[in-house]
């Protein structure tokens, strides 16, 4: 009786798996999450540091920007900020972040791209926008630098 029971719970397992598949498929297919990278060149006194971009709205827009030319001011001894041409779309971000060493971000409240060579306490209207994959060192230093911004293929 031990092995019936067994069996008619397997097979009732198995219906109900079959049917919840069924249900997803008639749904349409899965949409799985973008792992498309949307790589950018900074260039800093002729040095090129690669950072990678998150898949998120205000990211694409800052895309939609690039190629730029800006000048770099330190802000607090924490990061690099620069206005940017035009504020970016904000729709569906986060209200705020807690940026951390490499992090590039949009602060929204000024319209301003903001790069951080030190970590930095959460700030509202801070968006991620992608992160310095290497050379974050270059921006470590005083006073304002030129930096080139250009997404790569």
């Known amino acids: 009786m031990g092995r019936t029971l067994l069996l008619a719970v397997a097979y009732a397992v198995a219906i109900n798996l ?24 900074l260039t800093i006194n002729g040095k090129a540091i690669s950072a990678t971009l998150l898949a998120n709205g205000a990211a694409k827009d800052f895309l939609s920007l690039l190629p730029l030319t800006l000048s770099l001011d330190d802000y607090v001894s924490t990061e690099k900020i620069a206005n940017l041409p035009r504020k970016l779309s904000t729709a569906g ?8 060493v490499g992090d590039i971000a949009y602060y929204a409240p000024w319209g301003n791209l903001a790069i951080f060579y030190r970590d930095a306490p959460y700030a509202k209207g801070l968006i991620p926008l992608g992160r310095i ?10 006073g304002p630098l030129k930096v080139t911004i250009e997404g790569l293929p």
């Open 18 to 41: 079959a049917a919840h598949g069924a249900a997803n498929a008639a749904d349409g297919p899965v949409t799985k999450p973008s792992t498309n990278a949307m790589k950018i060149r």
């Open 133 to 142: 994959d290497s050379g974050i060192e270059a921006l470590s230093v005083p």
């Open 93 to 100: 971000s986060p209200p705020g972040s807690d940026p951390s």
